[in-house]
Antibody, heavy 119, light 107 residues
Framework: EVQLVQSGAEVKMPGESLKISCKASADTFPTYWIGWVRQMSGRGLEWMGMIYPGDSDTRYSPSFQGQVTISVDKSISTAYLHWSSLKASDSAMYYC????????????WGQGTMVTVSS | DIQMTQAPSSLSASVGDRVTISCQASQPISNSLNWYQQKPGKAPELLIYDASKLETGVPSRFTGSGSGTDFTFAIDSLQPEDIATYYCQQSDNLPPSFGQGTRLEMK
């Protein structure tokens, strides 16, 4: 069974860059979509975007287009979420999730990465 | 974008109760509706996909129904470990939007 392990919590200052990761355990990594979901403190789930590792096809929510970059390194079964210039409003928990049962059905989730942006 | 509206936003119930949550899509989505459970401090977990299919390993007291724009999620005989927030999510088209969540508390 696929497992997703995310990188650890981050504390950054506004304006800094950040890349968090999501490593999959399965050899089938290139054959299903990996998505990213934001959850701000005390709030609901927001889909940010997703990537298909097989061909790096990437889709973004209009709300996050241009704000983050999703990428993948197939050789190490790892997906990434990158910010070039963080804002305080990027403080949140970020989850990666795989869609092995359909492109937008997120059946396996990582444990989450807490990002705190504060001066 | 498709908007998903859940009701109620919170509810309180007792052990053994039957609990129902509704989810309405702003346009028809066939049966492309999924339900997730999120316990405090944990990642969400998929319970039901395609409106009514139970994910492997999920107890049968969880059920889903509906199609088009109106969907229902139910828990038969509520258990203490079911205390969580529940989200619906449409998987019909991009972006795959979530409902705002229903917080379930024990009475």
């Amino acid at each position: 069974e696929v497992q997703l392990v995310q990188s650890g919590a981050e504390v950054k200052m506004p304006g800094e860059s950040l890349k968090i990761s999501c490593k999959a355990s399965a050899d089938t990594f290139p054959t299903y979509w990996i998505g990213w979901v934001r959850q701000m403190s005390g709030r609901g789930l927001e889909w940010m975007g997703m990537i298909y590792p097989g061909d790096s096809d990437t889709r973004y929510s209009p709300s996050f287009q241009g704000q983050v970059t999703i990428s993948v390194d197939k050789s190490i079964s790892t997906a990434y979420l990158h910010w070039s210039s963080l804002k305080a409003s990027d403080s949140a928990m970020y989850y990666c999730a795989s869609a092995t049962e359909g492109p937008y059905v997120f059946d396996i989730w990582g444990q989450g990465t807490m990002v705190t942006v504060s001066s | 974008d498709i908007q998903m509206t859940q009701a109620p936003s919170s509810l309180s119930a007792s052990v053994g109760d039957r609990v129902t949550i509704s989810c309405q899509a702003s346009q028809p989505i066939s049966n492309s509706l999924n339900w997730y459970q999120q316990k405090p401090g944990k990642a969400p977990e998929l319970l039901i996909y395609d409106a009514s299919k139970l994910e492997t390993g999920v107890p049968s007291r969880f059920t889903g129904s509906g199609s088009g724009t109106d969907f229902t999620f139910a828990i038969d005989s509520l258990q203490p470990e079911d205390i969580a927030t529940y989200y619906c999510q449409q998987s019909d088209n991009l972006p795959p939007s979530f409902g705002q969540g229903t917080r379930l508390e024990m009475k």
